[in-house]
């Protein structure tokens, strides 16, 4: 690889695992307990024949938040030897990401913050703003502290996350009912660091898309657990069972952003 595009760092992305301690829980969208999802997730990076700089999750770490789920969920994580940054979900109880998996000592009623990791700028966002479910929403204070890191005068690539999606795909019923109520506002700012934005990173539709806006890619990735139909026309949730359970390798260079899909084998 040329100097000019040296490689700057690879991280994992995953979401949507819905973890839940009773096991009997079913879904009518699922074929398998989430658990197996995550067990089957977990082996795969575990068995990576590289090392990631991090996971990145990007929400619905949990689903119906059991008091004691996310001690459970912290057990699970350190069995994977690279750091793990959390997203909150619309699933989440989000005082309890930052208490139990951060290991903060107190939690904001947002969870919002950002890293640099490797000369890249990190920031996670919380989309869990007053929304009619399961849509989303970006509190305006939040909003504004994001206008200023997008606005500054910084040259160190960029990386967004959030859990859930951003910009219309095209489906009815994920554009309608799931995206970000005021994405178009959070879109604007975007913009005002798309010279140096390598990707919006992003959970909640289970499913692997892309979308490229105004320069802006959107990534999102499938769920260990169940994947959700996402064809062009569709006004209902459905359940897609020919899709694959899985997680993105990111790996960024100094001038491009590199996405391969992988698969999980789920024993269900």
């Given at each position: 690889m040329p100097m000019t595009d040296a490689h700057l760092l690879t991280f994992i992305h995953i979401s949507d695992t819905h973890l839940n301690p009773d096991m009997d829980y079913t879904n009518p969208y699922a074929r398998y307990h989430p658990a197996q999802g995550m067990a089957a997730l977990t082996a795969a990076l575990q068995t990576l024949p590289f090392t990631p700089d991090f996971v990145l999750h990007t929400g619905d770490i949990a689903f119906d938040p059991h008091p004691d789920i996310y001690d459970d969920i912290r057990r699970t994580m350190a069995q994977l030897p690279f750091p793990v940054h959390y997203v909150a979900g619309n699933h989440d109880d989000t005082a309890a990401i930052q208490r139990v998996l951060m290991q903060r000592p107190a939690a904001a009623p947002y969870l919002y913050y950002e890293l640099e990791i490797n000369g890249v700028q990190l920031i996670v966002l919380d989309s869990n703003g007053p929304a009619e479910l399961?849509?989303?929403?970006?509190?305006?204070?939040?909003?504004?502290w994001l206008d200023a890191l997008c606005s500054a005068d910084d040259d160190r690539p960029l990386v967004i996350a959030t859990h859930h999606n951003v910009v219309a795909v095209g489906v009815p019923w994920l554009d309608d009912y799931m995206r970000t109520n005021n994405g178009q506002a959070l879109h604007e700012i975007i913009?005002?660091?798309?010279h140096r934005l390598r990707g919006v990173f992003h959970g909640h539709i289970h499913q692997a898309v892309d979308v490229l806006r105004d320069g802006v890619l959107y990534v999102s990735a499938a769920s260990p657990w169940c994947q959700f139909a996402s064809y062009p026309g569709m006004v209902h949730t459905a359940a897609d069972p020919l899709a694959r359970p899985g997680y993105n390798v990111?790996?960024?260079?100094?001038?491009?952003?590199?996405?391969?899909?992988?698969?999980?084998?789920?024993?269900?």
């Open positions: 399961p849509a989303g929403h970006i509190p305006a204070a939040e909003l504004d913009l005002k660091a798309r990111v790996t960024l260079t100094r001038t491009q952003t590199y996405i391969r899909r992988h698969t999980l084998a789920v024993e269900g």
